[in-house]
């Protein structure tokens, strides 16, 4: 598919996914009180099958780039892209629990895997890159190796280069740059909405400087 083509349709994908409730906007209070003028609710898609379709198709032509044997999804709003790529590319997957189970089997990952294969990370949003390196550092520990994620959003607030220092490359289908121009374009936000936006990306970053239990502890960021 041609650059051009590919955008125009990532640019239709972004307005359904505004028309459908994806994106809302205003003062949103996000995870441990912080607020934001943007959060992009991917779990309304699964009340949108073709749409759930067309982003999962999206992450597997990005995941075409990438050698890996098996696809793990970031629990929970990227489970069901994880399963959509899994089903439609053939690719085995498996799935890390929230908490390790406590009774009969006590696993923290489901599903059959072998050491030393290569997991393609699936993950909705990333915004300090806590959820998706608590995941992969689960993943590394029952001896998989993880060295890419693929994400439909970067919201551009330095995660991806939290993740690449811990040896993790993030292919994203949007950054936050992307969509809000997107939206722009089809009139679906403003110049106002725009302007709010981008200064809430430069002003809120995580970053390195962070203390690593921060980042990959409870504290998750927007
Ligand atoms: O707009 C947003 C922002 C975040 N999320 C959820 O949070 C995590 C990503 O945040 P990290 O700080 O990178 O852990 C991700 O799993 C999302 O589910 C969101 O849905 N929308």
């Given at each position: 598919?041609?650059?051009?083509?590919?955008?125009?349709?990532?640019?239709?994908?972004?307005?359904?996914?505004?028309?459908?409730?994806?994106?809302?906007?205003?003062?949103?209070?996000?995870?441990?009180?912080?607020?934001?003028?943007i959060?992009?609710?991917?779990?309304?898609?699964?009340?949108?099958?073709?749409?759930?379709?067309?982003?999962?198709?999206?992450?597997?032509?990005?995941?075409?780039?990438?050698?890996?044997?098996?696809?793990?999804?970031?629990?929970?709003?990227?489970?069901?892209?994880?399963?959509?790529?899994?089903?439609?590319?053939?690719?085995?997957?498996?799935?890390?629990?929230?908490?390790?189970?406590?009774?009969?089997?006590?696993?923290?990952?489901?599903?059959?895997y072998?050491?030393?294969?290569?997991?393609?990370?699936?993950?909705?949003?990333?915004?300090?890159?806590?959820?998706?390196?608590?995941?992969v550092?689960?993943?590394?520990n029952?001896?998989?190796?993880?060295?890419?994620?693929?994400?439909?959003?970067?919201?551009e607030?330095?995660g991806?280069?939290?993740?690449?220092?811990?040896?993790v490359?993030?292919?994203?289908?949007?950054?936050?740059?992307?969509?809000?121009?997107?939206?722009?374009?089809?009139?679906?936000?403003?110049?106002?909405?725009?302007?709010?936006?981008?200064d809430?990306?430069?002003?809120?970053?995580?970053g390195?400087?962070?203390?690593?239990?921060?980042i990959?502890?409870?504290?998750?960021?927007?």
């Amino acid at each position: 598919m041609g650059d051009n083509k590919m955008t125009r349709s990532l640019s239709t994908l972004a307005v359904e996914l505004f028309d459908a409730g994806a994106v809302r906007l205003g003062d949103i209070e996000a995870k441990l009180g912080r607020h934001t003028p943007i959060y992009f609710d991917l779990r309304v898609i699964v009340s949108h099958p073709r749409m759930m379709n067309a982003v999962s198709q999206e992450l597997l032509n990005l995941a075409s780039n990438i050698e890996h044997d098996i696809l793990c999804g970031v629990p929970y709003a990227a489970l069901p892209f994880a399963t959509v790529m899994s089903v439609t590319g053939n690719t085995p997957m498996i799935m890390k629990r929230k908490e390790t189970k406590l009774y009969a089997t006590k696993k923290i990952i489901e599903g059959v895997y072998n050491r030393h294969q290569k997991c393609l990370v699936v993950e909705d949003v990333v915004t300090s890159g806590g959820s998706l390196l608590e995941t992969v550092s689960t993943l590394r520990n029952e001896g998989l190796s993880v060295d890419h994620a693929v994400v439909v959003l970067d919201r551009e607030q330095g995660g991806a280069s939290v993740l690449m220092a811990n040896g993790v490359n993030v292919h994203a289908l949007f950054t936050m740059t992307d969509l809000v121009t997107m939206l722009r374009n089809a009139d679906r936000i403003n110049d106002e909405t725009v302007e709010i936006v981008s200064d809430h990306i430069k002003e809120c970053q995580f970053g390195l400087k962070e203390p690593l239990q921060r980042i990959n502890g409870a504290d998750n960021g927007p």
